[in-house]
Nanobody, 122 residues
Framework: QVQLVESGGGLVQAGGSLRLSCAAS????????MGWFRQAPGKEREFVAA????????YYGYSVKGRFTISRDNAKNTVYLQMNSLKPEDTAVYYC???????????????WGQGTQVTVSS
């Protein structure tokens, strides 16, 4: 069982930056692939980024590639999402997720945080 708690969301102007954090419980954090997804009102949950347990492969959604960076610190049981050059269309609730296999589909992840709101003003 993995419990996830996101933090770092907030209100930022377009062009600004935010760093989201996701703290995970458990002693086997390094064995889990971690993902970030987002969901805007009235829209489906969208893949943002994912990273393998060994800090190897990373994947990014098309709309965030080149602006967002996913990373992890296995010693701190934490995964991060650095978001730069933010746009109003990045406004959403951002969710952290975890599972044994690296994937870009939300349905592949069994563990989810409660989400943190990111609002980008124009």
């Amino acid at each position: 069982q993995v419990q996830l708690v996101e933090s770092g969301g907030g209100l930022v102007q377009a062009g600004g930056s935010l760093r989201l954090s996701c703290a995970a419980s458990g002693r086997t954090f390094s064995s889990y692939a971690m993902g970030w997804f987002r969901q805007a009102p009235g829209k489906e949950r969208e893949f943002v980024a994912a990273i393998s347990g060994s800090t190897g492969p990373k994947y990014y959604g098309y709309s965030v590639k080149g602006r967002f960076t996913i990373s992890r610190d296995n010693a701190k049981n934490t995964v991060y999402l650095q978001m730069n050059s933010l746009k109003p269309e990045d406004t959403a609730v951002y969710y952290c997720s975890a599972d044994q296999v690296l994937a870009t589909r939300a349905g592949a992840y069994n563990y989810w945080g409660q989400g943190t709101q990111v609002t980008v003003s124009s």
